[in-house]
């Protein structure tokens, strides 16, 4: 459910997303308030869900993990309880970074990160391709990354 906010809370939106080091007198003084009602407006975006949580963003080919791939799944079958049990088991893998269900010619599309393509493959035979009901998946490794942002485009007009 989507949220009416104003312009002050799309100007703080847009200085947390780019730095949530930033502090309420620096926010404050950037969006023009004082520090109590910029803590309020913050606390109930909070409270809202609009602003889900605060991450430290990590670079993952400084930590070695160098490989992005995004692998397409289709399942066997689409019941209700085959696509919560793929669901839940693709939560459980921490080299799945993110999980759509897509329309087309596939049924998921997940972000995979691994150290290097032979771990990507140890990976798939012994995590991915064990869940049930997969009936083909098809990977794509990505070569260059030429944007990579979280920072959603908050710019109104």
Known sequence: ????????DYKLLKLL????????AELADAVGLSQSPCWRRICRLEQNGVI??????LDNEKLGMGVVVFTSINLS???????QDFEIQVREFPEVLECYTM??????????VTRDIHHYEIFVRNHLAQIPNIREMHSNVAITRIKDTTELPLDIE
Do not use: F, P
Request: charged content about 20%; overall charge positive.
């Open 52 to 57: 889900r949580k605060k991450v430290a963003l």
């Open 77 to 83: 079958s689409h019941h209700g309880k085959t696509l």
């Open 1 to 8: 459910m989507q949220i009416e906010l104003s312009t002050l």
């Open 103 to 112: 329309t087309g010619s596939m049924d998921y599309m997940l972000k995979i």
């Open 17 to 24: 997303q780019h730095n949530a080091n930033l502090t309420t």
